[in-house]
């Protein structure tokens, strides 16, 4: 039997910057992993992941992650998704720094 | 040191050229990310979790002042201020932006560096003892054979696809410290019984999932052949190494599936075929790359003040305790500094340390700075009556840790925080070991230890060679860690043995430490090492430590 489908968002790395990117429901891509789109129905992932991959001259290497419903959105389920959102844990570098820089 | 000649600085120049087309051209969708790819690899530009990563080569592992200036140079001005050393002597930045990268790449080029070949199927940065030059120990200085393979194998036509990365070393002391039995291909120099200098070959070793010790394939090579030699085994691999799975790619699995007499019969007849194309142009510019490599006009004079330092100052005697090694040259050391603070990341330095050890090595050592594959730092060349003052400028700037040889002088690779292969993290595991044994104040009782991570199983960690080796994996989601005993990374290489079931994230530096208070229980006096204590009593009393709970139900 096929494994059930998990909930995904879309993420990648911006072509230019290198960072971690996520599709809106808007079709816009957020740094926010947050902001992206939860997705719950296998056939839109794929078809979501397409429009992603359709995108060459914003992204790079976009792929399908697991993540949940969260309070404030969608959340990762998997520590290295949740690495990919935050940044390293030895520096206050990444995703953290330009938080904390608001 | 080598210099770069009209015809490499036009080499460089024209490939940085190319690939600032290239990246103009990813950029306005002439190429895809597929056809990007492989050439950005060539060039050393990965892309990792968080943002591009540049690996930039150092040449077996030596550069000079303006070199390390520059590498300070691009950690302030386009990355977050550090960079870090790794296991292959190159050194990898973490966050530059995809239209930078060629600007680095120029910079890099004005003092004879460069990327090229730090990854893609290619043959990498070649390695040397970062000792070379200086160790009492050495038969010849490997750097003008290692720089003669740099220069072969840079946009070698037959070498620039291959089924794998190919990676070779060199080393000439009689004590390996190059870790030749871990690389597809090593060059040992030797003497024969005659005392003739000349070259035995390893091939085969490797780490990553299937590690394999490096085995010999020609006892003894003049000099006059060893580049054709070179050039007829990476020839028979790659025509006859494995394309159709990228884990039985590497030459170890090769040798393994064919056996080393086969191997050395095909290496032979390509050896006959090709050797006399080599007409004596490589000898020829072996010279003149020998005479780069001169010696610095070396200082005479009494060591008194080192001596009277070495009296009357503990701390600064630890460090030399630890740090210093025995140089060729009487009344001078190779000093080591060491890029292992406790609690700091493994390898990672600073732009205002890099600019500081360029400084002491432009002021006191002859301009000449290592970086070792244990990820630290050396000044191959000192004075002894220099020291006081270089380690007094040195703790100024954090990196007076006396603890080379030390359980805290970890290797690490990236991990999860950085590296898209990683399964696990290795960085915060290195911290918390080694500020937990600094804060026991056991480290110097311990001894000579060597601990190494990797957090995924490709092994840049090199802990199947760690006399404790540790591996993150991804356990059902979460991290989980392995622990392997009794490696050696050493002429007598050997790889660990697995202890047993892993380890929880919060639970490793637990299991590390278990096992070295049962170390230092067991061990017949502080004179025997760890591995020696390990290679005596074998893995059950560690695993008896390790696993305290599967004892009592034994028992």
């Known amino acids: 039997m096929a494994r059930a489908f998990t909930p995904k968002v879309v993420t990648a790395n911006d072509l230019l910057e290198g960072d971690v990117i996520y599709l809106a429901a808007n079709d816009s891509w957020t740094r926010d992993h947050a902001e992206a789109e939860l997705i719950e129905d296998e056939a839109h992932a794929q078809l979501r992941l397409l429009e992603a991959q359709q995108q060459a001259l914003t992204i790079v290497g976009a792929y399908l992650a697991d993540a949940k419903a969260g309070p404030n959105g969608p959340e990762p389920t998997h520590f290295r998704e949740d690495f990919r959102r935050k940044g390293p844990s030895n520096y206050v570098h990444g995703k953290q720094e330009a938080l904390a820089n608001v | ?555």
């Open chain 2, 1 to 555: 040191m080598y210099k770069y000649n009209d015809f490499d600085t036009a080499f460089l120049a024209e490939r940085n050229r190319q690939f600032r087309a290239q990246v103009e051209r990813r950029i306005d969708g002439s190429l895809t990310e597929d056809e990007f790819k492989p050439l950005r690899l060539m060039n050393g530009l990965y892309l990792q979790l968080h943002a591009y990563m540049l690996r930039v080569a150092i040449p077996y592992g030596t550069l000079n002042s303006a070199q390390m200036d520059t590498l300070a140079l691009l950690a302030e001005k386009w990355d977050k201020g550090y960079g870090h050393f790794t296991t292959r002597q190159n050194i990898q930045y973490n966050w530059p932006k995809l239209k930078d990268v060629p600007d680095m790449l120029d910079a890099l080029g004005k003092v004879g560096m460069h990327a090229i070949q730090t990854s893609g199927n290619t043959i990498r940065n070649v390695t040397a003892d970062h000792f070379a030059g200086a160790a009492a120990d050495e038969v010849e200085d490997p750097r003008p054979i290692a720089e003669l393979i740099r220069q072969w194998s840079t946009d070698h036509p037959e070498f620039q696809f291959m089924g794998r990365k190919f990676k070779i070393a060199v080393s000439g002391g009689e004590k390996d410290r190059a870790v030749l039995k871990a690389h597809d291909l090593a060059v040992r120099i030797v003497k024969n019984d005659a005392g003739e200098t000349g070259y035995q070959i390893l091939i085969g070793g490797g780490l990553g999932r299937t590690p394999m010790i490096g085995k010999v394939i020609h006892d003894f090579l003049p000099r006059a052949d060893l580049l054709a030699y070179i050039e007829a085994v990476v020839s028979v691999w790659n025509q006859i190494g494995r394309r159709d799975n990228k884990y039985k790619a590497r030459i170890k699995i090769t040798l393994h599936e064919h056996g080393i007499e086969d191997i050395r019969a095909r290496v032979d007849a390509r050896f006959a075929l090709i050797r006399p194309t080599f007409e004596g142009f490589d000898q020829a510019l072996y010279e003149d790359i020998k005479a780069h490599f001169a010696d610095p006009a070396f200082k005479a004079g009494p060591t008194d003040a080192f001596d009277a330092a070495y009296n009357s100052d503990p701390v600064f005697r630890a460090w030399a305790d630890t740090n210093l090694a025995e140089h060729r040259v009487d009344g001078h050391a190779i000093a080591t500094i060491s890029i292992k603070k406790h609690g700091a990341t493994p390898g990672d330095a600073s732009a205002d340390q890099m600019r500081e050890m360029a400084e002491i090595a432009r002021e006191f050592a002859y301009d000449e700075l290592r970086i070792s594959h244990e990820q630290n730092v050396i000044l191959p060349h000192v004075h002894k009556n220099d020291l006081p003052a270089i380690h007094a400028r040195l703790k100024a700037q954090g990196l007076a840790t006396a603890n080379i040889g030390l359980i805290s002088d970890i290797i690490a690779c990236p991990g999860m925080d950085y590296c898209a292969l990683a399964t696990a993290r290795s960085i915060p595991v290195a911290e918390t070991i080694a500020t937990r044994f600094d804060d026991l104040k056991l480290e110097h009782d311990i001894g000579h230890l060597q601990i190494k991570i990797s957090g995924c199983i490709n092994a840049c960690g090199h802990h199947h060679v760690g006399h404790i080796g540790i591996l993150g994996l991804d356990r059902a989601g979460v991290e989980n860690y392995q622990i392997t005993l009794g490696g050696d990374a050493t002429w007598s290489a050997a790889v660990g043995e697995r202890a047993g079931p892993g380890f929880a994230y919060d639970e490793i530096v637990p299991a590390v430490e278990r096992i070295v208070h049962a170390y230092l229980d067991i061990r017949q006096g502080p004179e025997e090492t760890f591995l020696e204590t390990y290679r005596r009593v074998g893995l059950a009393p560690f695993k008896a430590a390790l696993y305290p709970e599967a004892q009592k139900k034994v028992a």
